[in-house]
């Protein structure tokens, strides 16, 4: 099971980048606008899978298009509490960078180095109360589903404060562990 991008991976956007890119565009200033505006201390965002923030062409990546969405809604008055997980150092080191330069203008994120599991139950204990965002894009495959549910369980089933799951699932690394079992 791959856990890393490959060399190439950063120096420009592959086309399934495109898709989640947009879908992740399009879906988080609605989601952070709407409930945002309902609950004064703001919204919780996770990037557990964040990479290097920004791709070497100078095209923002993920965290780097939520640092986008967090900045302008804070021009609106709306808050957005961003947190970035990387595993990989050299990822997380650029990661580090991008974030920085959102944060000196007083977005409201911060980095971790680390795996996503061990930062999720911190990132739910603070959005208690609080609307959720949680984008999950690995390489292969995500945390186990029980994992998961566990998290979306008890007051977070609820309908307020709401959670959205925008989740990567990669058919390839199923099949592959599939072919293996
Ligand atoms: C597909 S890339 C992320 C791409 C990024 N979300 C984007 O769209 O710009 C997956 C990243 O997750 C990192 N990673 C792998 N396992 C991880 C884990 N358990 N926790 C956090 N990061 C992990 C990898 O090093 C890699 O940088």
Redesign the pocket.
């Known amino acids: 099971m791959s ?3 490959s060399g190439s ?1 950063w120096q420009g956007k592959a086309l399934p ?1 495109v898709f ?2 947009e879908l ?1 565009k399009r879906y988080l200033p609605p989601f952070a606008g709407m409930t945002g505006s309902q609950e004064k201390r703001g919204v919780v965002y996770l ?7 920004r ?1 070497e062409s100078g095209e ?6 939520a640092l986008r969405v967090a900045r302008h809604h804070q021009g609106l008055g709306l808050q957005m509490s961003c947190f970035f ?4 150092e050299k ?1 997380f080191a650029r990661l580090q960078e991008v974030v920085e330069g959102y944060r000196t203008s007083g977005v409201r994120a911060s980095a971790r180095r ?6 999720l139950d911190e990132v739910v204990g603070q959005a208690v109360g609080m609307p959720l965002f949680l ?1 999950l ?4 495959l995500c ?1 186990p589903m029980d994992r998961l549910s566990g998290v979306l369980a008890g007051k977070r089933q609820q309908k307020w404060p709401p959670t959205e799951l925008l989740m ?1 699932f990669s058919m390839m690394a199923v099949r592959r562990l599939g072919g293996h079992v």
């Open positions: 856990t890393g991008t991976y980048s989640k890119h992740l990037d557990g899978y964040a990479g290097e923030g791709y923002p990546g993920s965290a780097e298009i997980v990387e595993q990989q990822s680390g795996g996503v599991d061990d930062v984008f894009d690995p390489c292969g945390l990567n």
